[in-house]
């Protein structure tokens, strides 16, 4: 995988941990960000070794806002400095090159789990969102600011939030733009789990290790059935669920894991 010049990559033992990393700005989303993003993810998504992916930020050296350095910011948002001249052409054209890697977030066959810690607001709200799983630090902050900016989210906070918190929430935060802190934004569903800050990577390191611990495949292929049956009606999507359970029944994680339990012995899952 290339260097890139606002993330960090780290692999071990079949997880990925991801830290964007842009220190001076709170690790907002610019372009070159973006860009890299898609193109480190299509990277991890195309090798077998890796079966789960960990999004986080990384250390943040603005001492003026206070906080612990790896604690301050997830991502703060997009970058203001690069948006504030945007017309309506290039304004589109960032909220598409955002689409991109936060689609594959969503959609690649790897688990992905966001690790947030701190500012998750704007950009970082909806790129935390684009992820399966998300577990927060206690001191993480969520918010969608961008009304108050005159502007309305651009990296699909509009259709993400709505989703995972129901509508007249997703109003309220968005019309608003007020901030949330990590148990109010627990307890409406933004996020599965909130965990003191020293615990957060220990946390999501052991739930990708449960995962993986799992038949690959058929986690990939629960992840897409999930995603795609969730706007069918509900007959098309049991349908399509039925057919994607032929599928994974035609394999040796199948006949493995089945054998396994009925010999009452750990099962060996190997495909992806």
């Known amino acids: 995988m290339s260097d890139y010049k606002n993330l960090i990559l780290e692999v071990e033992d079949n997880i990925a941990v991801l830290k964007i990393s842009r220190p001076k700005a709170l690790n907002a989303l610019n372009s070159e960000t973006l860009e890299e993003l898609d193109d480190c993810l299509a990277s991890i998504e195309a090798n077998d070794d890796i079966k789960a992916v960990i999004l986080t930020g990384g250390p943040c050296f603005n001492k003026k806002l206070g906080g612990d350095d790896d604690f301050r910011s997830f991502v703060a948002g997009a970058d203001i400095a690069e948006m504030a001249d945007f017309d309506a052409k290039s304004a589109r ?30 950009g970082g709200n909806e790129i935390a969102m684009a992820c399966d799983i998300r577990i927060a630090s206690e001191n993480a902050t969520f918010g969608q600011p961008e009304v108050g900016l005159g502007i309305i989210p651009g990296f699909g906070g509009t259709q993400r939030l709505a989703r995972l918190v129901g509508m007249g929430r997703a109003k309220e935060i968005i019309f608003t733009a007020e901030n949330i802190n990590a148990e109010e934004a627990y307890r409406i569903g933004l996020v599965n789990h909130v965990v003191p800050k ?19 495949y058929a986690v990939a292929v629960a992840k897409a059935a999930i995603n795609n049956g969730y706007d069918m009606d509900i007959e098309n999507a049991v349908e399509y669920e039925a057919n994607l359970f032929g599928v994974v029944c035609d394999t040796h994680d199948h006949r493995e894991g089945m054998k396994a339990f009925l010999e009452r012995r750990p099962a060996d899952l190997t495909d992806f």
């Open 93 to 122: 054209a960032f909220g598409m090159r955002a689409s991109k890697p936060f689609f594959r977030l969503m959609k690649m066959r790897q688990v992905t789990i966001a690790a947030i810690n701190g500012f998750a607001l704007g």
């Open 198 to 216: 020293e615990e957060l990577m220990p946390t999501a390191k052991k739930m990708a290790a449960t995962i993986i611990s799992k038949g690959s």
